[in-house]
DNA sequence: GCGCAAATAT
DNA sequence: CATATTTGCG
């Protein structure tokens, strides 16, 4: 039976196919992860944004979705979108109504759209870093609460393997880390998550008040592909032996295969492996490069370095 | 609704 | 096998 919903959702994202414009062009965010507080705190407003490179006012806000279709409608993250859009787009001659109870394929977490998790956990504060919260920050259409608390949850667990490594030993780490979790390790981990006391509040600003921050959300495009990565995702590693696990990195990093050309029609190739990928707006933070890297001047290694200075 | 551990699905 | 989703409990 598992294979007549592999159909439906098949035709489910069909239409997020035609609903994804590009990514380059898509990325009607940016300030949108700035909490006011923030802001106000920097006296910066929309102009002042920061690196500047992120003008509200430059943007140009998609006042039309490159799909006309009613299945991409403003759609407020409070609610369920994608039931709302299902339903609006439903009804080719149908027969597909039922997107209500419909589920969606796996959701691909690139690291781009980690990276937008992450962002939007920081900026919220660990307060209030909630899933619902997470999902409405973040934006992207598709996201459900499901989806972020799952990944949430994940995400705490490295964290707190983190942490604990770092504090109780002091000997080396991320290698170790950094290889056990390919996604998060993509990441790079804001200080402030990095609490080692029971009491985590050492963000100066950022108290609270998400609502403001939400009133201006906006949806943002989100891509979704799906081309031959089924093979992918089947691509266990063939241990048993070594020697060829050099870059071991096969993953599907980046897929952002989103060039100009328009999106071809996916085929379906092997029926059920439908992945869905959000690809969230490259942009939107403006300080997403504070990391701060560059702590010794030679290597520019991928090692995270995260532990706890202080 | 949130968090977490375990089970389950792909 | 890795990863994401679902389930059950507090």
Redesign the pocket.
Known sequence: M?EE?EEEENNWFARWEEQLPSPEELMPLSQTLITPELALAFDITAAGAANGNLNPALFPQPPAPPQPAACSHPAPPLSSDFESSASAAAGSGGGDEPARTL???????TPQLHKRFVDAVAHLGIKN?????IMQLMSVDGL????V??????Y??YLKRMQGLSTSGGGPISAADAAT???FASAPVPHQFLSRGPAAGPEPFLPYVPTAALQHQQQITAAMQQQQHQQQ?YH??H?GHFGSSTGGFD?GFLNRGMPQPAMHQMVGPAP???F?QLTPPPAALSVDDLEPARREDGSERKVLTLFPDR
């Open positions: 598992r919903e589920k969606r394929p796996r959701l691909v977490w870093a909630v899933p619902k919260t459900t609460r499901e989806n608390a799952s990944h949430l949850q994940k705490r667990l979790d390919q996604l995702y266990q590693r241990l993953h059920g492996t439908g869905l």
